[in-house]
Structures are given as structure tokens and as C-alpha cells.
């Protein structure tokens, strides 16, 4: 079974932290990049971070900049994404993406079509 399941959510005050992971089954995700995204009520899916498949080179969104960080634990084939100083607006459900290595696509990383998707995790930040 090939899948992706996130895990970590839940209920934080503003200015608390949490820590999201993301755990393949079936493949190896250090083959993968590895974004996370969000979709808050009401809006669009937003690109959040992302890693590349050496982990060497992440990439985030401005208004998590500095606040989130992800990282890859290849001994347990997850991805993580680190969520400090959270805001009410950081509500949203949280997804993580895989996209094969080799893959060429155009375009930034929040617009690629990634192979495998979680069924996502709720973040709520509120006081």
C-alpha cells in the first residue's frame, strides 16, 4: 500500500508549537520531495514548505518564515514540519505531498502535481 499519513495535529494556543510528521508507506521518501500545504475554511490550498530529496534545500512560505521548520528523519521515512509561535491564522488542515525525485516539473514547487497526497491533519490555533 503506497500512502502518506499525517500526524500531530490538534488544538494549541496562540504562540504554542506543534510538531506535524508525515510517514510514507510503501516507498522510500527520501526518493520524494516533500511539500506541505494548507487549506484554511474558505480558501485556497496554500504551499507551506518544502524539502528536497537531500534535505539540503527547504523552502517556505513568507508568512511562516522563521516560525516553521521541516526536516526529513530518513531512519524513520518521515518528513516533519516544526511549528513554533503559532498563529490563529496558521488554522487550517494540513496536508503533505510527495513528488518522485526525478521528476522535471515547471514551475514553483506549490504547482507541481506531487504522485502522493495524506488525508491531512487539523491544526486549530486559537485561545
Known amino acids: 500500500q503506497l500512502q502518506l499519513v499525517e500526524s500531530g495535529g490538534g488544538l494549541v494556543q496562540p504562540a504554542g508549537s506543534l510538531r506535524l510528521s508525515c510517514e510514507a508507506s510503501?516507498?522510500?521518501?527520501?526518493?520524494?520531495?516533500v511539500a506541505w500545504f494548507r487549506q484554511a475554511p474558505g480558501k485556497e490550498r496554500e504551499g507551506v514548505s518544502c524539502?528536497?530529496?537531500?534535505?539540503?534545500?527547504?523552502h517556505y512560505v513568507d508568512s511562516v518564515q522563521g516560525r516553521f521548520t521541516i526536516s526529513r528523519d530518513n531512519t524513520k521515512n518521515t518528513v516533519s514540519l516544526q511549528m513554533d509561535s503559532l498563529k490563529p491564522e496558521d488554522t487550517a488542515v494540513y496536508y503533505c505531498?510527495?513528488?518522485?525525485?526525478?521528476?522535471?516539473?515547471?514551475?514553483?514547487?506549490?504547482?507541481?502535481?506531487?504522485?502522493?497526497w495524506g488525508q491531512g491533519t487539523q491544526v486549530t490555533v486559537s485561545s
Open positions: 505531498a510527495a513528488l518522485h525525485g526525478q521528476s522535471n516539473p515547471r514551475g514553483t514547487w506549490w504547482e507541481w502535481a506531487y504522485d502522493y
Open positions: 510503501g516507498f522510500t521518501l527520501d526518493e520524494y520531495v
Open positions: 524539502i528536497t530529496t537531500s534535505g539540503i534545500m527547504t
